[in-house]
C-alpha cells in the first residue's frame, strides 16, 4: 500500500493509521507466528498502539517491544475509541505504559500469561468500555470475529499457509 492509504478513526479529529510506517493509534494489533497460525488461524501474537501509534508487545519472557512487534508487521487491527477510557488519551497512554511495566517483569507462558493478556491488562486497567476485566480468550475472539486485515496481503499471510495444509492433507487423505 502506498502511503496515500490511511484508515481514519471515527470521529474525524482522531490520529490516523498508516499501514506503510506501521503506526495504529488507539489499535489492537495481530500478526500470526510462524507454524502456530498456520495450524490455528485464531492463534496469533497481539500487541496494543499508544495514542501515537507505537505499537507495544509483549514478546518473550521479561521483555516488552516497542515499534518492533516480536513475529512482524501487524496483519489485522482493531480500532478502540479513546472516548471509552474515562481518562481519554493520557489514561490510554498511562495504562499502556504500566502494563509493559509489568509484563516487562514477567516471565512469558503461551498458556496463561502471554502478549494477549499484556494486551488485556493495557484495558482493564484503563477500564475500557467500563469493564475492568479483559481476558486472552475475550481479546482472541474479538480479533477474530472483529478485526480487519490490513490489506489482501494480511489476508494471505494470515490464511494461505492454513489453505495449503487443509489442501495437502486433503490430497492426501484421497490418495491414500
Not at 60 to 82: A, C, H, K, Q, W
Not at 88 to 110: F, Q
Request: charged share 15%; proline share 5%; glycine share 10%.
Amino acid at each position: 500500500m502506498n502511503s496515500e492509504v490511511i484508515y481514519r478513526m471515527i470521529p474525524t479529529s482522531s490520529p490516523v493509521i498508516n499501514f506503510d510506517t506501521d503506526k495504529y493509534p488507539f489499535c489492537i494489533v495481530w500478526t500470526p507466528i510462524p507454524v502456530l497460525t498456520w495450524f490455528f488461524p485464531f492463534i496469533g501474537h497481539m500487541g496494543i498502539a499508544m495514542s501515537n501509534g507505537v505499537i507495544r508487545d509483549f514478546a518473550g519472557s521479561y521483555f516488552v517491544s516497542e515499534d518492533n512487534m516480536g513475529f512482524g508487521r501487524p496483519t489485522r487491527f482493531l480500532i478502540l475509541n479513546p472516548d471509552n477510557v474515562t481518562g481519554g488519551r493520557e489514561e490510554w497512554d498511562e495504562s499502556v505504559s504500566k502494563a509493559s511495566v509489568i509484563y516487562g517483569t514477567k516471565m512469558h507462558n503461551l498458556l496463561w500469561d502471554n502478549c494477549h493478556s499484556h494486551v488485556g491488562m493495557s484495558l482493564s486497567m484503563m477500564q475500557y468500555n467500563g469493564r475492568s476485566y479483559w481476558g486472552m480468550v475475550i481479546l482472541a475472539g474479538w480479533m477474530f470475529f472483529c478485526g480487519k486485515y490490513v490489506g489482501i496481503s494480511g489476508f494471505l499471510k494470515t490464511w494461505l499457509p492454513f489453505f495449503i495444509i487443509v489442501s495437502i492433507c486433503t490430497v492426501l487423505a484421497f490418495v491414500v
